[in-house]
Each structure stands twice: as structure tokens, then as C-alpha cells.
């Protein structure tokens, strides 16, 4: 493997991250457009951890709903998520899928070691011991960790938290040759600081989006469309080339 002065190596180290809009053709609503799920519910009723003590039966409610709709039969991977899927298992040891997304199409897609930075819809966590457990139906009230009898809140970053993987997710972007950023609006931090972070240390940037975000101009090359048609193009260009 070919050495470059930069220290960087000539197998290409990818960092893909992706938001909402990967998963938007597969039926799950993105946060921020007119239809989008912050239009109907306010964040501070159901995601920040003020709203789980004062009203913690709304917030289950609020998650038992998308858990059951991201388990229904309707939802399934798209193109998108199948075409990251084949890159990663192509270069298993070089490709680092980061998400922003709680469902688990990334995975039925195909791809592995995802990092859930904002947590995941199908695990819960003990509000005391901090266990983590596979989840795949409603949490009722009557529902408690099985090692210390504590209750149970969704594993999900709220508005307030600290993401996941920080740690983790630093090293990759700062190893990387080429960082994209797919289907995000780029308004959260820290995911929104990400390109500028993978630049910084060299990284070449493409975003895919419906339309350009707000942080386009840090991106050295946009593709502009739908995922399911814009991101198989890319991999198949990628994989050709
Ligand atoms: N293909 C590509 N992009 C799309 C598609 C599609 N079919 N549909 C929508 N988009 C784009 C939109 O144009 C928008 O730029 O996806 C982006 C979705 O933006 P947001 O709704 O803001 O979602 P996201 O960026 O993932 O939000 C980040 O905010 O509320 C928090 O925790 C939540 O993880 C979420 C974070």
C-alpha cells in the first residue's frame, strides 16, 4: 500500500454521514421539513430529558410510535441505504458509516459497525445502571431493568445530551481521504461540524442532498437529488473507478 507524504495511504479511507434524508423514500419523515416531525411535536414536550421527568408516559408514547412504524412491513431499506451497504462490505476495513438516524435501515441495508450517534429506536436503556437492551415492542409504565429493577428510558440522544462515539468518530474524521455527507440539513451540532473537521485534516467532501444545505460551502462537490437515485450513482462511479 502506497504512502503519501501526508501520512494518508492509497486505500481510500471513507466517512459517510448520514441524516434523515437517506431514509425519507423509505417512509419515515425527516425532522425538519413542512411535513417533518418538529412540526408536529415540540422538541421540548418529547426530547430533552426535562421533558422524560416531567412527563415520561409522553415521551414513551412519542417512541413507542415510531418503533411500532419503523417495525411495520411498510418500511424497508431503499437504493441508498442498499448501495452504502455493498461499498462498506467492499471496503470493510475503510468505510465508516456515522448516523444520525435511530432506525435501523443502514443495517438492513446491508451495512455493519454503524455508529448511531443519536442512539437507536430498537434498544432502550436502564435509567440507573445505564444496561442497554434490544427493544422491538412498546415500553409500558410496568417495564424495568432486569439487572437492577431501575426504570426504562428510550437509548436515544436527546436535545441537551452528549452523542455517542465522539471519540471514535474524531479519529475517523481526521484519518479521512474523503468525508460525504448524505440527506443532512446540517443544522445539529456536532454532526453539522463534521465536514469542516474532515477538511481540516485533509479530506476531500461531497454532499448528496435533496438541495444544498447550510453547509454547502464548506463541501468541495454536491450532487443534488433524490438518496435512492444520487447515492447508488456515486457508488457505482466509485467502484468503477
Ligand atoms: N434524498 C436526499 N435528501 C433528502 C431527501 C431525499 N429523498 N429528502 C429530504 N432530504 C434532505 C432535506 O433536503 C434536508 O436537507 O434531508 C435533509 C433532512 O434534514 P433534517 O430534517 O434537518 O434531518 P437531519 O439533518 O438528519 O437532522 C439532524 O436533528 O432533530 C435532530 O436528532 C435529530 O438526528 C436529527 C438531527
Request: charged share 20%; net charge negative; with cysteine.
Amino acid at each position: 500500500m502506497e504512502t503519501h507524504s501526508s501520512g494518508k495511504t492509497s486505500t481510500p479511507r471513507i466517512v459517510i454521514l448520514t441524516g434523515a434524508g437517506i431514509s425519507a423514500e423509505s417512509g419515515i419523515p425527516t425532522f425538519r421539513a413542512s411535513d417533518g416531525l418538529w412540526e408536529q411535536h415540540r422538541i421540548e414536550d418529547v426530547a430533552t430529558p426535562e421533558a422524560f421527568s416531567r412527563r415520561p408516559q409522553l415521551v414513551q408514547t412519542f417512541y413507542n410510535e415510531r418503533r411500532r412504524k419503523l417495525l411495520s412491513v411498510d418500511i424497508k431499506p431503499n437504493p441508498a441505504h442498499i448501495a452504502l451497504g455493498a461499498l462498506q462490505r467492499r471496503f470493510p476495513e475503510t468505510v465508516t458509516i456515522v448516523t444520525q438516524n435511530i432506525d435501523n435501515l443502514h443495517e438492513r441495508g446491508g451495512a455493519f459497525n454503524v455508529l448511531h450517534m443519536h442512539g437507536e429506536l430498537l434498544k432502550v436503556r436502564c435509567v440507573r445502571c445505564a444496561t442497554v437492551i434490544e427493544w422491538a415492542r412498546d415500553v409500558e409504565m410496568g417495564d424495568h431493568c432486569a439487572v437492577c429493577g431501575a426504570g426504562l428510558r428510550p437509548h436515544i440522544v436527546w436535545f441537551g445530551e452528549m452523542p455517542f462515539y465522539m471519540d471514535i468518530i474524531t479519529d475517523a474524521l481526521r484519518q479521512a481521504d474523503l468525508f460525504v455527507s448524505i440527506g443532512t440539513s446540517g443544522n445539529i451540532y456536532p454532526a453539522a461540524g463534521f465536514v469542516a473537521e474532515a477538511k481540516t485534516y485533509g479530506a476531500a467532501t461531497l454532499e448528496i442532498n435533496l438541495e444544498p444545505s447550510g453547509n454547502r460551502a464548506f463541501f468541495d462537490e454536491g450532487l443534488y437529488g433524490r438518496a435512492s437515485e444520487k447515492v447508488p450513482e456515486w457508488v457505482n462511479g466509485f467502484l468503477q473507478n
